[in-house]
């Protein structure tokens, strides 16, 4: 199992977000044939693409750190 982690990502703007990362799903993309990069890298884009969506970040956004 893949530990759940986070993003802190800021815009350009100086909006700052936190995004959720569960290792769930990375195991599921995984189990349906992904590699490890390519789980981790779906899923945070996922994650981003919602956050433009919801209006907590523009697309301009960068990652800060990781928890």
């Given at each position: 199992m893949?530990?759940?982690?986070?993003?802190?990502?800021?815009?350009?703007?100086?909006?700052?977000?936190?995004?959720?990362?569960?290792?769930?799903?990375?195991?599921?993309?995984?189990?349906?044939?992904?590699?490890?990069?390519?789980?981790?890298?779906?899923?945070?884009?996922?994650?981003?693409?919602?956050?433009?969506?919801?209006?907590?970040?523009?697309?301009?956004?960068?990652?800060?750190?990781?928890?």
């Open positions: 893949f530990k759940d982690y986070a993003m802190v990502m800021q815009d350009s703007a100086g909006r700052i977000a936190t995004l959720y990362i569960t290792g769930a799903s990375i195991a599921d993309a995984i189990a349906a044939g992904a590699t490890e990069s390519q789980a981790r890298e779906s899923a945070e884009s996922n994650a981003f693409a919602n956050a433009i969506a919801e209006g907590l970040l523009g697309d301009n956004a960068w990652i800060e750190t990781y928890l």
